[in-house]
């Protein structure tokens, strides 16, 4: 059962485009939703999260748009660069210990 | 800087024989969590613990057990390898809201 669904699997963009990732959850108890961003060889790192009580949270050229209702959320990557070419991953988690749910992950590639 | 290690960066084994994976991290966290990461599957969680001796069953525990007697290191073993988890291992530690993550272990079982 796959509790957080993402897409797409993959992701070529012009530089300077827009990246857009999207995650749909089911359980409504998840508070807490990061997207995590992998290169090759590393382990993956979180780069931005944000919580129920906003509906967007912009941190440079990254932001995550989220949508209560819908029970959505995405990642867009404003400017892309060849930089961000990486394995983006989204996850949620429900208070307490944060074990996260992982998607299924999506494989940027930004081309020159 | 958290550093999550990890003892391997690619191992091989054979069928049936018994496998350990070591992580270490440097940051005093309570909880770490070992993860396998396939093509199209994402991040599975496997087991986690909050503490040192504490355990707990994540969502694919079938053929794994671990072991975490210091709090810094946090085992992973494999009774009895078989194909079917030739994979990558991510472990992990957490802080906060944060999980850190070691650079993964490839291992292929033959």
């Known amino acids: 059962q796959q509790q957080v669904k993402q897409s797409p699997q993959s992701l070529i963009v012009q530089k300077g485009g827009i990246s857009i990732i999207n995650c749909a959850y089911e359980n409504t108890a998840f508070d807490y939703f990061p997207w995590y961003q992998q290169f090759p060889g590393k382990g993956p790192a979180l780069l931005i999260a944000i919580r129920p009580d906003v509906s967007e949270k912009k941190e440079g050229r990254f932001t995550i748009s989220f949508n209560k209702s819908a029970k959505q959320f995405s990642l867009h990557i404003m400017d892309s660069q060849p930089g961000d070419s990486a394995t983006y991953f989204c996850a949620a988690s429900k208070g307490g210990f944060q074990k996260l749910v992982f998607g299924t992950g999506t494989r940027l590639l930004v081309s020159p | 800087d958290v550093k999550v290690t990890q003892s391997s960066r690619y191992l091989v084994k054979r069928t049936g024989e018994k496998v350990f994976l070591e992580c270490v991290q440097d940051m005093d966290h309570e909880n770490m969590f070992w993860y396998r990461q396939d093509p199209g599957l994402g991040l599975r969680l496997i087991y986690f613990s909050y503490d040192v001796k504490m355990k707990e069953k994540g969502d694919i525990p079938e053929g794994y057990s671990v072991s975490r007697e210091k709090k810094e290191r946090f085992s992973l073993i494999l009774e009895s390898a078989s194909t079917n988890q030739t994979s990558m291992y991510l472990c992990?530690?957490?802080?906060?809201?944060?999980?850190?993550f070691g650079p993964g272990t490839r291992l292929t079982v033959l």
């Open positions: 992990a530690s957490r802080k906060t809201d944060t999980q850190y």
